[in-house]
């Protein structure tokens, strides 16, 4: 690894924050574990959230919904409690093939301070053996965007078997393809078994235990990997497996821990890697140079700036990120390149004062900012589409690349005289 | 508490966003947690608006809790009034805020800020949106005309003063915003209306909207309620207050266009509009009399909106289109008698809820070829293979269209016709699948005009019939008709208790019957079998209760 940059100073910001809250994880969780419900317990601004945010999705056998907080319930603590096993019963006697049961905090519900861990405990004696009831916070006033996925996982954690097997365990949603090619890939290096949290199926948890290496593939996750290491799992440090670089590391990363023979990681990872940049080179020509600016948003911005700027040629103007987590971000820190301005958290309008002064050539964002920066003559990339994307990997190295090539290419092709 | 899986309506503080986007020069302070801003979205994306809303949020986190979130409001309120330098404020809270009580309002007032501000008290768990953006524009006419509000026992103006006054009558059009339906190109078509009967518009509100605008709403001659939803408060409080008459009719449709014209000129003491100007300014009469339009006498359509659009949507499938009404229901609470009076007039019963699922299992029981309804009952309606338009809020991306496209008028009563007739099968192709049902291409419920029409295949393997009668699990649980059904494949239709058993030359008569109207057939032949006391359905009792219901 290359010695570590200087970093000019953190910029740390507040004021207004133009982010989504935990609960949007809900959008993506309910498909990776299809036999999960998911309960938000707030207020109809929370149930306008989720159903804005998953689009047409809701109309599918719904998998998520909101107990709408009432007047009622906002009188009597007690009475809440009583309302919400009645809204329980209701909803596991409609869906009886529901396994697991998460009840996810909301603003509303943590500034009543409705307890919703004792509730879970309670609705959970009640239905043992047939649905296990969990709980998260994914308020925005604790949590931002994918932080309610590193709430749910957390949540499950105590539920893992326990097993000192030695296994590899992958940390963090991945898209179902991708997972089986990772698979596939440290099948050929002879690295197993390999398990994934959170599992396709709710009810098929991995174990953990003191033979348990983690390996992140998302950087959110920082409860979660707390969670785990108490349980006796160490993690393998590791950039995160986004782009060529990234990927590479990470696999090896791993193979090193499993006492893998170098040679090996070379003659299954050095084609791919070679493959992955012939992939890379037209999308390289056509970002390299062009400088990027990214919002806070998801906490995968830095791994994101790393690839742009180390394997795709594009300059850094800011990295924003809504929550730097040091110990898990230290191998992305350390590949920055030299006096990368970071930014933690954000003041909004002064952060786009940065940007309008800064005109930038690409700037990553979320929806709320994006078509406003187009009309300014400002190219975007909205930010949500990286988490519900397949971008992991070497493989994904050159499709990773295009999402952020599509814009620009875009307003080349496009003419109006 | 109450199990929702989907709101028809936000909550409060975003009716008054859309007041607040949909103006100029008016800026909201909105005390909320982080995670609120998603909002944003439902302007830049949805209405594709090309800069973000006027609202500055104080987006407070956990730690500020600890704090002094009342300073965290304060300084909020004096940047944004210092960046946006706006010509009135709006301030108020979000669910959450309005749990910790900051009083933002009331800060806001002690402190100088040398613009007009609006306190909006917005109870977040008892109302919904378009409450939330009916009682803002109020609230915020009622601040700016405080000034102007005539000394009690004033007398009313005389709606002609503009006789008197040597000019043209004008009106003010109230109650189009951002997210409405097709707000844009109704105020279009109206302003245009208006214009060639020799009416001026005064001021459009709240879209486009300045605060130094409504100040002039009282120099009207009549008030326009476009959209009661949003413009009916204010309207009926402009009434009290300057005496100002207000035109009621919606002018959706072309009888409502012609009513709204007359009614018009009623007010404003105008010569009463040409008998015929309809037939002349929309080609929807003549499309509707063409034999083409035959086959769609009686076609059954279910109805499910807001107040305004459901109404008006009624009164064309039964009077202008043939239609036979055979739902009809809203979400707006507040206008529900309006529905309920509606509903009446065609014999039903108005559906009032914003339950989804209640509005589900009515449109499944009422099994009707058509749906008008909106972005949900589309895919309500897809579910149970039903066509369907969307006519009303809420909406999604699709229904902010970049071409002319008015609900309202001669030309939105055009629009109509298409787009509720689109869904539709065409009418050769629907005799041509009632008399050769063994084509490999053209199979049950294919719609080829459509592109997307029913898969051939897909429609062949499973019965569309049954999952229209049955609904989805999670409905006919909540009927109690299925027994906790997990599975999408719907049960045969002998397992309902207390029906005739089908028997299998019973089925199979079921089956030739044209798949738009047999779930209604289904239902038809039980009734008449229950009613009857005839234990099992065979070809004969389909044929028996054919006759029995076509007297």
Known sequence: MASTPTLPPLLRESGQREVFCGLTSIVWLHRRMPDAFFLVVGSRTCAHLVQSAAGVMIFAEPRFGTAILGERDLAGLADANEELDRVVNDLLERRPEIRTLFLVGSCPSEVIKLDLAKAAERINTRMRGRVRVVNYSGSGIETTFTQGEDGALSALVPLLPSSDENQLLLVGTLADGVEDRFLTLFERLGIGPVRSLPPRQSTALPAVGPGTKLLLAQPFLSDTVRALERRGATRLPSPYPLGVEG????????????GV????????????????????????????????????????????????????????VEVGTPYLDRPLMAEELALLPEGTQLSEGQDLERQLERVRAARPDLVVCGLGIANPLEAEGIATKWSIELVFSPIHG???????????????????LLKWN | MELTLWTYEGPPHVGAMRIAASMEGLHYVLHAPQGDTYADLLFTMIERRDRRPPVTYTTFQARDLGGDTAELVKRSIQQAVDRFQPEALLVGESCTAELIQDQPGALAGGMNLGVPVVNLELPAYSKKENWGAAETLYQLCRTLLREQLPAPGTPRPSPDRWRAEGRRPRVNLLGPSLLGFRCRDDIKEIRGLLGEHGIDVNVVAPMGARPADLVRLPEADANVCLYPEVAGPLCSWLERQFGTPVVRTVPIGVGATRRFLAELSTVLDLEAPEANEADLRSRMPWYSRSVDSTYLTGKRVFIFADATHAIAAARIAADELGFTVVGLGTYSRELAREVRAAAKELGLEALITDDYLAVEKAMGEAAPELVLGTQMERHSAKRLGIPCAVISAPLHVQDVPARYAPQMGWEGANVIFDSWVHPLMMGLEEHLIGMFRHDFEFVEGHRSHLAEGAPPRQAAAHEPDVAAVAGSSMAAAANGTAAAGATATLAPPTVTEGTAVWSADGEAALRKIPFFVRGKVKTNTETFARDHGVAAITEEVLYDAKAHYSK
Do not use: T, Y
């Not at chain 1, 990927?247 to 499993?258: C, I, K, L, Q, T």
């Not at chain 1, 390289?284 to 994101?304: A, N, W």
């Not at chain 1, 070497?394 to 080349?412: C, G, K, N």
């Open chain 1, 261 to 316: 023979d170098p040679n090996l990681v070379a003659e299954v990872l050095d084609p791919l890697v070679e493959r992955g940049r012939r992939a890379l080179a037209p999308l390289r020509r056509q970002l390299e140079g062009k400088r990027l600016f990214l919002m806070p948003d998801s906490q995968l911005e830095i791994p994101l700036a790393r690839f742009l700027s180390r394997e795709c040629g594009m300059e850094l």
């Open chain 1, 394 to 412: 070497i493989d994904q190295a050159a499709d990773l690349a295009e999402l952020f090539a599509r814009p620009l290419h875009r307003r080349q």
């Open chain 1, 247 to 258: 990927s590479r590391a990470w696999m090896a990363a791993a193979a090193a821990a499993f």
